[in-house]
């Protein structure tokens, strides 16, 4: 009847309206800080398609590398931020045991900052190759530190299988053919558990374009401006592999896993200074391109796990 009220509301039951304001209560009130931190980091971890590694060490420039500080997808990077961290998380988790270190294509490689993983006792075997041509003998000749490495061809020297914690493989992909050849022998050469730290210049982004297609005496100045002393530049070949499709279908097809990836250059900044008009060079490219070209990054870098079953999956 109008007026009267409904049996079991909060008008006839004081149980009912006591428990449906305590509802409303949960429902309004702030989550505990704590709880927040924890939601934010679950969101944090299914966003990006990583395996979070444990960190060790000091932090490095934008938190990454500090315990409990998740990394970022596509983070802005100094040239080896990234894979001096998983190499110090590396040798953490293998505490006690030699370190070996294969550098494939050495003369273009990042420092590791291996240099506190020395004084800390931590034994390290390095072992440095690289492409036989004109400026790789040049570049071993400038830097007294090369002058071990093993310069020949990468389809044929000597590589014993699963002989490697780590390799490190560093703007050589792009300056070899046969690239897919030399990146299975290296893949072989590294140990179940291991990690590849592979750093390629991304022939889908505008910088990759202007480095096949730019006039030798062009690509010179910028060579020269971002690596002042140093010889060069390297030939550009870029076959397939040596783009962000080319590497996830390689390494889908392989059953590695990417533990985390990063990007340098071109909007993501990270790298040395450019000529001037190079970034607009490449943003003009990128728009010209109708988007098959990106100016978001020029060189993109991963740190790939190689799994210690070698039918493992991330699913």
């Known amino acids: 009847m109008p007026g009267s009220a409904v049996p079991g509301s909060a008008a006839t039951d004081p149980t009912a309206a006591t428990d449906r304001a305590a509802t409303d209560r949960a429902t309004t009130a702030p989550a505990h800080p704590a709880a927040t931190d924890r939601a934010a980091t679950d969101r944090a971890a299914t966003d990006r398609v990583t395996i979070a590694l444990p960190a060790s060490g000091s932090g490095t420039a934008g938190g990454a590398g500090r315990i409990g500080t998740p990394p970022a997808v596509a983070p802005r990077l100094a040239g080896g931020d990234l894979f001096s961290r998983h190499t110090r998380s590396y040798a953490a988790e293998n505490s006690g045991q030699q370190i070996t270190i294969l550098q494939a294509g050495c003369t273009t490689a990042e420092d590791l900052d291996i240099g506190p993983l020395s004084a800390a006792g931590v034994r390290l075997g390095i072992s440095m190759i690289d492409d036989d041509n004109e400026v790789t003998r040049a570049a071993v000749a400038h830097h007294h530190d090369m002058r071990g490495a093993i310069l020949g061809d990468l389809r044929s020297v000597s590589l014993p299988p699963r002989a490697y914690d780590i390799v490190q493989c560093s703007s050589l992909l792009g300056r070899i053919e046969n690239a897919e050849l030399v990146l299975d022998r290296l893949c072989a050469a590294v140990k179940p558990g291991g990690l590849l ?75 040395p200074r450019e000529p001037y008009g190079y970034r607009t060079a490449q943003k003009l490219v990128a728009q010209l391109s109708r988007g098959r ?3 978001a990054h020029e060189d993109l870098l991963y740190v790939i796990r190689k799994p210690e079953d070698r039918f493992a999956r991330i699913i």
């Open 293 to 295: 070209l990106t100016s």
């Open 197 to 271: 730290l592979l750093r390629i210049r991304d022939r889908d982004s505008a910088a990759g374009f202007l480095d096949r297609v730019l006039p030798g005496p062009l690509r010179s100045v910028i060579w020269r401006t971002r690596h002042p002393g140093e010889p060069g530049p390297y030939v550009a070949v870029y076959e397939r592999l040596a783009s962000a499709r080319g590497v996830q279908s390689y390494v889908l097809m392989h059953g590695l896993v990417i533990a985390e990836r990063g990007a340098l250059g071109g909007l993501a900044g990270g790298l």
